[in-house]
């Protein structure tokens, strides 16, 4: 089975904190991707990488960085953190599909679930 | 651009009663398309998929949906539910070079 793990559950950080969140996954996946869930909201895209140092914007990026430097591992990095970031992030991954772009069934972590105060 | 449309934000049924929760989409080619189950506190998991085929799909936990295009439809169907299918259901789509783009969920709620 596809085995994705997130560093926390549960995280408390002080506003203007830089906050680390890590993902690893153990199915050699090539495609990471990390969301926020809100209540109502439904999961908007924050980033995603296609490639070991490689990484594309999603939906939402404004304040959000990430770092993939090893295959298994994604990183999101929150530089300053405001109360707007507390949320639930959820980590997924996938494989390529067949036929090109990043669209195959994707596997999520627990998430975490990050409040800023 | 790709889209989902769960009309029903929530949605209450009785134990061993059916369970039909909608899911409707907007994109360009042929879709892969997803249904995934959360629990509360936990990660998504997924409860089945459509690529091609068979319009009809099945998944875990007894769940089915059936994939209508002409009506760019991906319903998820159950025929009796449990109290343990209390959750969180997101449909999703995609295809194409941008990833799944998911639904605002659905909430379920089983009464006794």
């Known amino acids: 089975d596809v085995k994705v793990t997130q560093s926390s559950r549960y995280l408390v950080k002080r506003t203007g904190e830089k906050v680390f969140l890590e993902c690893v996954q153990d199915m050699d996946h090539e495609n990471m991707f990390w969301y926020r869930q809100d209540p109502g909201l439904g999961l908007r895209l924050i980033y995603f990488s296609y490639d070991v140092k490689m990484k594309e914007k999603g939906d939402i990026p404004e304040g959000y960085s990430v770092s993939r430097e090893k295959k298994e591992r994604f990183s999101l990095i929150l530089e300053s953190a405001s109360t707007n970031q507390t949320s639930m992030y959820l980590c997924?991954?996938?494989?390529?599909?067949?036929?090109?772009?990043?669209?195959?069934?994707?596997?999520f972590g627990p998430g975490t679930r990050l409040t800023v105060t | 651009a790709q889209s989902v449309t769960q009309p029903d934000i929530h949605i209450t049924v009785s134990e061993g009663a059916s369970l039909e929760l909608r899911c409707n989409y907007s994109?360009?080619?042929?879709?892969?398309l997803f249904w995934y189950v959360q629990s509360p506190g936990q990660g998504l998991q997924l409860l089945l998929k459509y690529f091609s085929g068979d319009t009809l799909v099945q998944g875990i936990k007894g769940f089915e949906a059936e994939f209508k295009r002409s009506q760019s439809s991906f319903n998820l169907r159950k025929p009796s539910v449990h109290w343990s299918d209390a959750a969180e259901y997101f449909c999703a789509v995609g295809g194409g070079a941008d990833g799944l783009t998911f639904g605002k969920g659905t909430h379920l709620i089983i009464q006794p």
């Open positions: 994109y360009g080619a042929t879709p892969y």
């Open positions: 997924a991954s996938s494989s390529t599909s067949l036929y090109g772009g990043v669209s195959y069934e994707q596997y």
